[in-house]
């Protein structure tokens, strides 16, 4: 990959849990690997995000833009990348927006290419396929687990993508790859698929060469109603929570995490709401596990395990469920103070967010391209 003086601005969209925080994880270790600088930036509608301390822990240098979504928040995008470009100015800049977001093109590609131009190089924008729920929404069943409205963020999404990957290829057979691929061939005929295992590594030398391309990208601008977009996003219930954990008795740090998950994946399922994506994390002295869960119908997952047994933990809960965020919140904390009594592990919680997100009202929004 030829790099100039510019910072290669390259943003993975996607919905809520289609595996965008494990791809930027992968493509940085191989920008790395290249002998490359890389910066990432992680964005949320609330600060204390599971995905910066993940990838924090795992040794990349992470800005987080929180409180809105980066059209919102451009300034506060750009200001945050250069923070990064101080101490070691990255040749490459890796942004992961918030997975309810779309319109990115018009709101973040075009104003950087027509404003700051002289800084940054535009890579293909790629957004990632949530095979789970984005099957049932391309094919519009009843029951795809979100209304219309929220359903209408995911279509836009990939309509505004360069390139539109499918993800999980490892967990999904041949038959059910090439549906997906044809299905959102009829949604977007021009816009070219790859297939991808984010946990895996499968496609991503593809995804590397894509990414790797020079060209004007970032051109589709999308016909979008921000009403319905809005009300799309307000109807998930969003919580970002912390608290600390401890005992005089090790626990092992993977299976208290994954049962905080299954526990608040069983409670979700028996009020009737529908899970975008929940993750939690525990962090204490270099060391972190993972666990998470992108759908009713998926198995909650270890995606990085600890291999720890512990007395004490900082534990940080993200979830975005299509529910009362009160609700969402009071649940929650009771999967967590469940878990924790059955290891008779005391808990400590320490911040609480829990919201709808508000109506986006992008700093710029570019209506036509360059």
Same mark, same amino acid.
């Given at each position: 990959?030829?790099?100039?003086?510019?910072?290669?601005?390259?943003?993975?969209?996607?919905?809520? &849990?289609?595996?965008?925080?494990?791809?930027?994880?992968?493509?940085? #270790?191989?920008?790395?690997?290249?002998?490359?600088?890389?910066?990432?930036?992680?964005?949320?509608?609330?600060?204390?995000?599971?995905?910066?301390?993940?990838?924090?822990?795992?040794?990349?240098?992470?800005?987080?833009?929180?409180?809105?979504?980066?059209?919102?928040?451009?300034?506060?995008?750009?200001?945050?990348?250069?923070?990064?470009? !101080?101490?070691?100015?990255? /040749?490459?800049?890796?942004?992961?927006?918030?997975?309810?977001?779309?319109?990115?093109?018009?709101?973040?590609?075009?104003?950087? !290419?027509?404003?700051?131009?002289?800084?940054?190089?535009?890579?293909?924008?790629?957004?990632?396929?949530?095979?789970?729920?984005?099957?049932?929404?391309?094919?519009?069943?009843?029951?795809?687990?979100?209304?219309?409205?929220?359903?209408?963020?995911?279509? !836009?999404?990939?309509?505004?993508?360069?390139?539109?990957?499918?993800?999980?290829?490892?967990?999904?057979?041949?038959?059910?790859?090439?549906?997906?691929?044809?299905?959102?061939? !009829?949604?977007?005929?021009?816009?070219?698929?790859? #297939?991808?295992?984010?946990?895996? &590594?499968?496609?991503?030398?593809?995804?590397?060469?894509?990414?790797?391309q020079q060209g004007d990208f970032g051109r589709r601008l999308l016909d979008i109603d921000y009403d319905i977009y809005a009300e799309g996003e307000a109807e998930l219930g969003w919580?970002?929570?912390?608290?600390?954990?401890?005992?005089?008795?090790?626990?092992?740090? /993977?299976?208290?995490?994954?049962?905080?998950?299954?526990?608040?994946?069983?409670?979700?399922?028996?009020?009737?709401?529908?899970?975008?994506?929940?993750?939690?994390? &525990?962090?204490?002295?270099?060391?972190?596990?993972?666990?998470?869960?992108?759908?009713?119908?998926?198995?909650?997952?270890?995606?990085?395990?600890?291999?720890?047994?512990?007395?004490?933990?900082?534990?940080?809960?993200?979830?975005?469920?299509?529910? /009362?965020?009160?609700?969402?919140?009071?649940?929650?904390?009771?999967?967590?103070?469940?878990?924790?009594?059955? #290891?008779?592990?005391?808990?400590?919680?320490?911040?609480?967010?829990?919201?709808?997100?508000?109506?986006?009202?992008?700093?710029?929004?570019?209506?036509?391209?360059?």
């Open positions: 990959m030829t790099m100039t003086e510019k910072i290669r601005f390259i943003m993975v969209g996607g919905f809520l &849990g289609a595996g965008k925080t494990t791809t930027m994880a992968r493509l940085a #270790r191989q920008y790395q690997a290249q002998g490359l600088n890389v910066g990432i930036v992680t964005n949320d509608q609330a600060a204390g995000l599971v995905d910066t301390e993940s990838l924090r822990s795992q040794g990349f240098h992470v800005g987080e833009v929180a409180g809105a979504c980066f059209c919102c928040q451009f300034d506060n995008l750009i200001e945050t990348v250069r923070n990064l470009s !101080k101490e070691d100015r990255p /040749d490459v800049l890796l942004a992961e927006p918030v997975g309810s977001c779309t319109d990115l093109v018009a709101t973040v590609v075009q104003p950087i !290419k027509q404003l700051l131009g002289a800084e940054f190089e535009i890579a293909p924008y790629s957004v990632i396929l949530k095979p789970s729920h984005g099957k049932k929404i391309l094919n519009n069943e009843q029951k795809a687990g979100f209304s219309p409205k929220a359903a209408y963020i995911l279509k !836009k999404q990939l309509e505004e993508a360069d390139a539109i990957l499918i993800n999980r290829i490892d967990e999904l057979a041949n038959n059910e790859i090439e549906e997906i691929a044809e299905l959102i061939r !009829k949604h977007c005929p021009e816009v070219p698929v790859l #297939r991808i295992s984010a946990k895996t &590594g499968a496609g991503f030398e593809g995804l590397f060469e894509l990414l790797s919580l970002n929570s912390s608290a600390h954990i401890s005992t005089e008795t090790p626990f092992d740090l /993977d299976d208290l995490l994954l049962d905080i998950v299954k526990n608040l994946k069983v409670r979700i399922n028996e009020s009737g709401f529908e899970a975008a994506h929940l993750k939690t994390i &525990g962090l204490w002295e270099g060391f972190f596990g993972v666990a998470n869960l992108i759908s009713n119908d998926s198995e909650a997952e270890l995606s990085l395990p600890s291999n720890c047994e512990v007395k004490a933990v900082d534990l940080i809960v993200n979830a975005r469920v299509a529910c /009362d965020p009160v609700i969402l919140e009071a649940e929650a904390k009771l999967a967590v103070e469940e878990e924790c009594a059955k #290891r008779k592990i005391a808990v400590s919680f320490r911040s609480s967010q829990s919201f709808r997100p508000g109506r986006p009202v992008p700093t710029h929004r570019m209506t036509e391209s360059v």
